[in-house]
T-cell receptor, first 117, second 114 residues
Framework: AQKVTQAQTEISVVEKEDVTLDCVYE???????LFWYKQPPSGELVFLIR??????QNEISGRYSWNFQKSTSSFNFTITASQVVDSAVYFC??????????????FGTGTRLQVTL | EPEVTQTPSHQVTQMGQEVILRCVPI?????FYWYRQILGQKVEFLVS????????KSEIFDDQFSVERPDGSNFTLKIRSTKLEDSAMYFC????????????FGQGTRLTVV
């Protein structure tokens, strides 16, 4: 069965600090997708990134970077030089497209990031 | 940019009442989903819908719940007789294909059962 673990419930940092959000996943499938979503205080889910299981290249997008390591089943998310606007709950999610007709997302429990001045 | 829209943004209902949450998925998407998030908890899958039928449903999605695509644009979630524990944020999502290349989420409907 698929599972996503975000062990960090809450992280507080001071603005301009770097912060890494951890995500560990479990799956029996060899083909899967990993996602990160941001949920700001307003409540919507904002898509950040999707990676497939065959692409272990790390990705950088501005201040955001993602480190995908199949050997440790981890897909960690780093924010460089954090800003107050980064304060949100961040969810890691997993889908297994080869199971079922439509692939659902399994979410982790989320990490609440608080960035203060 | 196309987006998934949900109405209403917030609904308050009395226990035992029926509610219908509405969603307009992105027009060329074929797969539709409902997720639920109880306050402060993780987002949980409820149901997926493709080709006018349910593809998969979770244990949460019991006989009190139903989904429908009544016309070419809307996708609805009905809760027949609401309970206090149905209070949550309900998210609709859609994707172009089964691979979930990107599941676009709506802004959510906050349901409060009193």
């Amino acid at each position: 069965a698929q599972k996503v673990t975000q062990a960090q419930t809450e992280i507080s940092v001071v603005e301009k600090e770097d912060v890494t959000l951890d995500c560990v996943y479990e799956t029996r499938d060899t083909t899967y997708y990993l996602f990160w979503y941001k949920q700001p205080p307003s409540g919507e889910l904002v898509f950040l990134i999707r990676r497939n299981s065959f692409d272990e290249q790390n990705e950088i997008s501005g201040r955001y970077s993602w480190n995908f390591q199949k050997s440790t089943s981890s897909f960690n998310f780093t924010i460089t030089a954090s800003q107050v606007v980064d304060s949100a709950v961040y969810f890691c999610a997993l889908s297994e497209p080869n199971t079922g007709t439509a692939s659902k997302l399994t979410f982790g429990t989320g990490t609440r990031l608080q960035v203060t001045l | 940019e196309p987006e998934v829209t949900q109405t209403p943004s917030h609904q308050v209902t009395q226990m035992g009442q029926e509610v219908i949450l509405r969603c307009v998925p992105i027009s060329n998407h074929l797969y539709f989903y409902w997720y639920r998030q109880i306050l402060g908890q993780k987002v949980e899958f409820l149901v997926s819908f493709y080709n006018n039928e349910i593809s998969e449903k979770s244990e949460i999605f019991d006989d009190q719940f139903s989904v429908e695509r009544p016309d070419g644009s809307n996708f609805t979630l009905k809760i027949r007789s609401t309970k206090l524990e149905d209070s949550a944020m309900y998210f609709c999502a859609s994707s172009r294909d089964r691979m979930n290349t990107e599941a676009f989420f709506g802004q959510g409907t906050r349901l409060t059962v009193v």
